[in-house]
């Protein structure tokens, strides 16, 4: 049980390191990115916040969950979400700050956004499977 209690802290360490970041994204955007960036760029970036900030929520929902779900299908989809969240909301976030940073390298973050897109659907995907999984199907404790 302590190993599982190790682990759960350390997760919600990551979503509390996450809901920090995406308050003062979100903080700095509105006052300081908006009166710099075109429309477009500014729409891309809060819906980076947008996503960052529900699957934050959605990778907690995963620990909460796991009193009653699936332990093993819950931490793909915590993983899933994080990972999606640093691809999908960083690319964005890269992209609609590019023009500012003249940095031409930044514009290879384009593709990595469907990537981070497809993390998202793989942990609902994983949250969806862990209703469906026999519940005694937990990470190992090794």
Aim: net charge positive.
């Amino acid at each position: 049980m302590i190993y599982d209690d190790i682990k759960i802290k350390r997760k919600v360490k990551i979503i509390a390191t996450l809901g920090i970041f995406a308050v003062i994204l979100g903080a700095f955007g509105s006052h300081g990115l908006k009166p710099k960036l075109a429309t477009s760029s500014y729409s891309a970036f809060q819906t980076g916040i947008q996503y960052h900030f529900y699957h934050t929520l959605a990778a907690l929902a995963t620990i909460l969950l796991s009193t009653v779900l699936s332990k093993n299908w819950l931490h793909r989809s915590f993983y899933s979400f994080i990972i999606g969240i640093v691809l999908f909301s960083g690319s964005l976030y890269i992209l609609a700050i590019k023009d500012l940073l003249d940095i031409p390298l930044l514009k290879l973050a384009g593709p990595v956004t469907p990537i981070g897109g497809i993390f998202l659907i793989i942990g609902w995907s994983c949250l969806l499977k862990a209703c469906f999984a026999n519940p005694d199907q937990h990470i190992s404790d090794k």
